[in-house]
T-cell receptor, first 116, second 113 residues
Framework: AQSVAQPEDQVNVAEGNPLTVKCTYS??????LFWYVQYPNRGLQFLLK??????LVKGSYGFEAEFNKSQTSFHLKKPSALVSDSALYFC??????????????FGKGTRLSVIA | SQTIHQWPATLVQPVGSPLSLECTVE??????LYWYRQAAGRGLQLLFY??????ISSEVPQNLSASRPQDRQFILSSKKLLLSDSGFYLC????????????FGPGTRLTVT
């Protein structure tokens, strides 16, 4: 079985400070990992993914995420937060052992508020 | 490039009325298609997914149904809406090779009164 956890419902950070949104996962095989962002009343937007290779993945809008196999984590990071980064963030996982027709498993989401 | 459309964008329906939400994808062939519901701006609940025309998998028993009459068309329906059906409905598609990431439509806000 595959699962993903986002331990924080809410993260508050001051503008200009670094931000981290946490994600841990559980799979039987190797993971494909994803981050999405959702602005109010909009669909989810794909930010970045980890498939294989370099553990540090760079994505859209200056975001990056670090894959840590020993800690089964895939935390989302940004060096300097913007007020416009305020949104709902979702982590998702797919077990590479599963058929490609198996849907992604999403975390419950973390609301990021960047305060000016 | 690929695009995904959903309509309507917003919908207000009385309890007991029927429902039909439509999702179409352009620029790709034979995608996997998904319907999700999101309540109160929080987590996603997977409702249905489809790997081909006429092939529907249901994740949650409820009074909703889904159909895929064409390769790139996915429809969510109900014969009689309940108050609990209110929410934000999201359609998504994914490629069927590689990493299978999903791409989401703009969503439909449904309010059942």
């Amino acid at each position: 079985a595959q699962s993903v956890a986002q331990p924080e419902d809410q993260v508050n950070v001051a503008e200009g400070n670094p931000l981290t949104v946490k994600c841990t996962y559980s799979v039987s095989g190797n993971p494909y990992l994803f981050w999405y962002v959702q602005y109010p009343n909009r669909g989810l937007q794909f930010l970045l993914k980890y498939i294989t290779g370099d553990n540090l993945v760079k994505g859209s809008y200056g975001f990056e995420a670090e894959f840590n196999k020993s800690q089964t984590s895939f935390h989302l990071k940004k060096p300097s937060a913007l007020v416009s980064d305020s949104a709902l963030y979702f982590c998702a996982v797919r077990d590479t052992r599963n058929s490609g027709n198996t849907p992604l498993v999403f975390g419950k989401g973390t609301r990021l508020s960047v305060i000016a | 490039s690929q695009t995904i459309h959903q309509w309507p964008a917003t919908l207000v329906q009385p309890v007991g009325s029927p429902l039909s939400l439509e999702c179409t994808v352009e620029g790709t062939s034979n995608p996997n298609l998904y319907w999700y519901r999101q309540a109160a701006g929080r987590g996603l609940q997977l409702l249905f997914y489809s790997v081909g025309i006429g092939q529907i998998s249901s994740e949650v028993p409820q009074n909703l149904s889904a159909s895929r009459p064409q390769d790139r068309q996915f429809i969510l329906s109900s014969k009689k809406l309940l108050l609990s059906d209110s929410g934000f409905y999201l359609c998504a598609w994914s490629v069927t090779t590689g990493s299978y990431e999903q791409y989401f439509g703009p969503g439909t806000r449904l309010t059942v009164t």
